[in-house]
Nanobody, 117 residues
């Protein structure tokens, strides 16, 4: 079992920045990926960025050049640095953890990001 705790959401003006954090704990084995998804009201949940334990990184086209995903050196913590935020980035952001060789798939509770002037 893996537990995920997200933090860092909030209200920011267009062009501003936020940094999200996701701390994973529990029974973590190789190989795995951690990712940030987001879901706005009325829209499907979409992948924003992901990173594997081997360091492979993926970004959605809509956030390339603006968002950066990274892992902390201590423990299983993933960060999402969000710069040049736009109103269309407004959503609940969810942390996800999955093992490639297992059926388990874990979600955090989500953190609200609101970009508004």
């Amino acid at each position: 079992q893996v537990q995920l705790v997200e933090s860092g959401g909030g209200l920011v003006q267009p062009g501003g920045s936020l940094r999200l954090s996701c701390a994973a704990s529990g029974s973590i084995f190789r190989l795995y990926a951690m990712a940030w998804y987001r879901q706005a009201p009325g829209n499907p949940r979409e992948l924003v960025a992901s990173i594997t334990d081997g360091g492979t990184i993926t970004y959605a086209d809509s956030v390339k050049g603006r968002f950066t995903i990274s892992r902390g050196s201590a423990g299983n913590t993933v960060y999402l640095q969000m710069n040049s935020l736009k109103p269309e980035d407004t959503a609940i952001y969810f942390c996800n953890f999955r093992h490639f060789r297992r059926t388990d798939n874990y979600w955090g509770q989500g953190t609200q990001v609101t970009v508004s002037s």
